[in-house]
């Protein structure tokens, strides 16, 4: 008998940002979406190998885009270990132009509170198996 080996791609194009923020995951939220005009909102918690991460999300039905923010310190571990050193993921499913992803930075670094905001490219990642939602 024979054995078959199932062997997935997974989609990894989507647009990824890292921020670096002090204030507690719902108030980065909230000015999310005030700023950026979305609607993110509790979604329950990314759990990766045990550790709970806490999640937002946000899907726009009218461009087609999927909005999460997702923390990268959990309960157990970091979500993305390389990333130590940033707090949150915004992560966008969906057409965005490089223009729309430059104008979203941006605005996302003119916040009070907010560190740093910068694009992340995805393959690259070690663990960006663990960014799948």
């Known amino acids: 008998m024979t054995k078959t080996k199932l062997q997935i791609e997974y989609d990894y194009n989507f647009f990824l940002a890292g921020?670096?923020?002090?204030?507690?995951?719902?108030?980065?939220?909230?000015?999310l979406n005030t700023l950026l005009n979305l609607r993110l909102t509790k979604a329950g918690d990314h759990i990766?190998?045990?550790?709970?991460?806490?999640?937002?999300?946000?899907?726009?039905?009218?461009?087609?885009?999927?909005?999460?923010?997702?923390?990268?310190?959990?309960?157990?571990?970091?979500?993305?270990?390389?990333?130590?050193?940033?707090?949150?993921?915004?992560?966008?499913?969906?057409?965005?132009?490089?223009d729309e992803q430059r104008s979203m930075l941006e605005r996302i670094k003119k916040q009070d509170k907010v560190s740093a905001a910068f694009l992340i490219d995805v393959p690259s990642l070690k663990a960006k198996q663990n960014l799948l939602l």
């Open 19 to 31: 921020i670096v923020c002090s204030d507690p995951d719902y108030r980065l939220c909230w000015k």
């Open 48 to 98: 990766v190998e045990q550790s709970r991460h806490s999640l937002f999300s946000y899907v726009n039905e009218e461009l087609f885009r999927e909005y999460y923010m997702l923390a990268n310190k959990g309960d157990q571990r970091y979500l993305v270990e390389e990333l130590r050193h940033i707090d949150y993921f915004l992560i966008v499913k969906g057409a965005l132009e490089a």
